[in-house]
DNA sequence: AATGAATGAGCCTTCATTCAT
DNA sequence: TATGAATGAAGGCTCATTCAT
C-alpha cells in the first residue's frame, strides 16, 4: 500500500542511518547497503529519496551543518551584545546535540573526504564562511576590522581543532572544557588590545 | 646480481606517490593502480615493497610525521628556555617542508579515515601524545601543572584547527599568520595567570 | 516486488555451472567469472548467492555427495538382507546419475584440491565416514566385527578406485562392469570365510 | 662463481621441495616463489632449471612415478612365479618410499588437476597403462585373457583406492594392512575360476 | 649460475546503480 | 512506494614469468 508523504521521513531515516554507519565502521565501509539495512530498508530505496550516494552523503553533512546552525541561531538570538554572541556561537559549537561521538566522527569522516566531491566541499567552505562572517561581524565592533580577521580565523580554528581531538581520542569526556577553552582564547584576544 | 638498495628509494617513491594522489583526487580516489602508475612502476611492485595497501597508507603517515618531528627535534635543540621550546614546536608545525597543501591534504584525509584501520589510529594516537607531551612539559615550569594541561591542548587545537582551514581553503597562504596565531594564544595563555 | 524464490534456482544453475566448468577446464581454471558466464548470469550474482568461492565450491561438493546419498537410500530400502543392503550401496555408487563423466571429474578435482580448504576436508571425511559405517554394519552380521572392518575399507576403496580410473581414463564405458568387478569382490571377502 | 653439474641437484632439489609445498599447504599454493623459498633458492632460478611451473608439476609427477617404478622393477626381478611377480606389484605401490603422506599427497594433488594440462593427463595414463599391462601379463596365465583383464582392472583400482583413502585421512597408518588387503583380493579373485 | 626487482594479466570480491515486479 | 535480484565496473592482491645485473 503506497504511503503517501514518506519521503522527509524516510530521508531522515537514511541520513541517520548514514552518520551511524560512518561512525561505527568508517567513512570507506559505510556503502548504501549497510546504511539501507541500517535504516532497515531495501537497497533500491535510497535511490528513490537520494539521486546518489553522493547526494546521500551531501544531505547528511547539511544535516549536521543545519542543525548546528539552528543552534547557533537560537542562542544569537537570546543574547544581546557581541561578547554574547561570540559566546553563543561557541557554545552552540559545542552544544548538547552537537556533542556526540557520532555526530563528530560522521564530520570528521566527511571533512577527510571532502575532496572526493565537489559537492561535499562546497557545503564544508559555505560552514567555514558562515562561521567566519559570524564570528567576525561580532568581533569588528570589539577590537577593529583588522584584528578580528585574524581572532576569527583562530577562535573557528581552535573549535576544529578541539572537535578533531575529541572525534578521535573521545577525550575531553564533557562539553565544557573545550566550552571554557575557547571563551578564554576569545576574552584574551579581546582583551589583548 | 640483480638492482639492490631499491628497497628504500622505491618504497619513497611510493609513498611521495601516495601523498600526490591523495591530495589531486581525494582519498577513496587514491587508489594502489593510480599511486603507481602516478610513481611510474607497475602495480604489482607495490605489493614487493609493501605487504598491504593499508601498509602503505601507514607508512605514508608515519613519513609525514616523522617529517614533522624531525623539524620539532631539530628546532628544540637550538632554543634554550621553556618558551622557546614552545614556539620551536609551534614553529614546527608550520615548517617550510610541512607547509605544502600537497601534505596537509594527505594529513587530513589520513585523520578523516583513520577509523578505518587501528593501524592509522594508532599512528595519530602517538602524534597527538607526542605534540602534548612536548608542550605540558614546557608548560608546566611556567604556568603549572593544571593550568598546563589545558593550554597544551588548546595550543594543540589550534594547530590541528588552522592546518585544517588551510587544507580545506588553502588559505592563509602563507605560514607566518597561523605561526603568529598560535603564539599569541601561547603568549596569552601564559600570561595569563 | 521482485522475483521471488530464485535463490534455489540460481544455486543449483551455479551449481551446475561449478561441475560442468571443473570437468571442462580442470579445477583451477573454474573461475568465478567463468563458472557465472556458463550459468548465464554476471559475476556479481555469485556473491549474492554464496558468500565466497570456497563456498560455492564446497556447496558443490556436498550436492554431489547427497546425489549420491538419496540413491543410496533409495536403494537400501527397497533391500531386505545384508548382503542386498551391501549390493545397493555398491550400485548406488554406480547409479546412473553419478555415472557420469562430468560429476566423476569434478569429484576427482575437489579431492585433490580438499586440502586447501577445511570445509572440502570435512565434507569428503563425511562421505568417506557415512560410506565406511554404511557397508561396515552390514557386513557384521555376515562376517564378525573383525573381518568387517577390512572388507569394508576394500570395498570403499575399490568403489573410489574405480571411479578415479573412470574420471581420468572414461573407461569403463559403461556401469555395469565396475559393479560387476565390486559384488565380485564382496561375494569373495564374504564367502572367504 | 659458476657452478657445474648443478642441473641435477638443482632439479631435485626443486622438485623435493614441489612435494613438500603441495603437501603443506595444497596444490594451489605451491606457488613457484613458495617452492623457490622452500628449496632455498631464488624465484628467478626455476625457469632456468625448468621450462614451465607445469613443467616443474609433470617433472615432479614423473619423479614420483619413476620412484614406484623402480622400486617395483627391482622387486619383480626376484620374484619367479607369476603370482609373485603380483604380489611385488602390490607391494612395491605400498613400499616404504611410497608410504609416505607427503608422496601420497601430492600425488593426490596431481590427479586432482590432471586436467588442468595435457602433460600431467599423459604422465598418469602412461602409469595406469604400465600398472594394468604389468598386472594383465602376470594375470593371463593364470586366469586366461577374459577375466585377467577385469581383475587387473580390480587390483589397479583397489590400490589407488587405498592409496586415496591413506592421502585424505592418513588411515591406516602401516603399509601392511592394504598390502594385505590387495594380495587378499587378488588370491580371491585367482582362485575364483 | 644466480638473484630478486619488475611486470602485467587475471582472480576474487565489493559496490553503486538499475530494473522487473 | 518498495523490494531485492541483477549487473558490470573497479579495486586489491597474487603470481608466473622476464630481465638487468
Redesign the pocket.
Known amino acids: 500500500m ?3 508523504g ?2 522527509p521521513i ?1 530521508r531522515q531515516q537514511l541520513i541517520d542511518a548514514a552518520i551511524a554507519s560512518i561512525h561505527e565502521h568508517g567513512f ?6 549497510r546504511i539501507a539495512r541500517k535504516a532497515g ?8 529519496y537520494f539521486t ?3 547526494d546521500l552523503l551531501a544531505s547528511t553533512m547539511r544535516s549536521l551543518l543545519d542543525l548546528l546552525r539552528r543552534e547557533a541561531v537560537m542562542r544569537m538570538r537570546i543574547a544581546h551584545t557581541p561578547i554574547e554572541r561570540i559566546y553563543a556561537i561557541i557554545h552552540a559549537s559545542y552544544g548538547d546535540q552537537q556533542f556526540s561521538e557520532e555526530v563528530f566522527s560522521a564530520w570528521l569522516a566527511l571533512y577527510g573526504n571532502a575532496r572526493d566531491s565537489d559537492k561535499l566541499q562546497r557545503i564544508l567552505r559555505i560552514y567555514h564562511r558562515r562561521l567566519h562572517s559570524n564570528l567576525l561581524h561580532n568581533l569588528v565592533p570589539l577590537i577593529g576590522r583588522e584584528r578580528a580577521q585574524d581572532v576569527a580565523l583562530g577562535i573557528g580554528a581552535l573549535i576544529d581543532g578541539l572537535w578533531l581531538r575529541y572525534a578521535l581520542t573521545g577525550r575531553p569526556e564533557n562539553a565544557e572544557t573545550p566550552r571554557a577553552l575557547t571563551r578564554a582564547y576569545a576574552d584574551a584576544m579581546i582583551a589583548g588590545k
Open positions: 503506497p504511503k503517501r514518506m519521503k524516510r570507506s565501509s559505510a556503502t548504501v547497503a530498508v531495501s537497497t533500491g530505496i535510497v535511490h528513490h546518489d550516494k553522493t
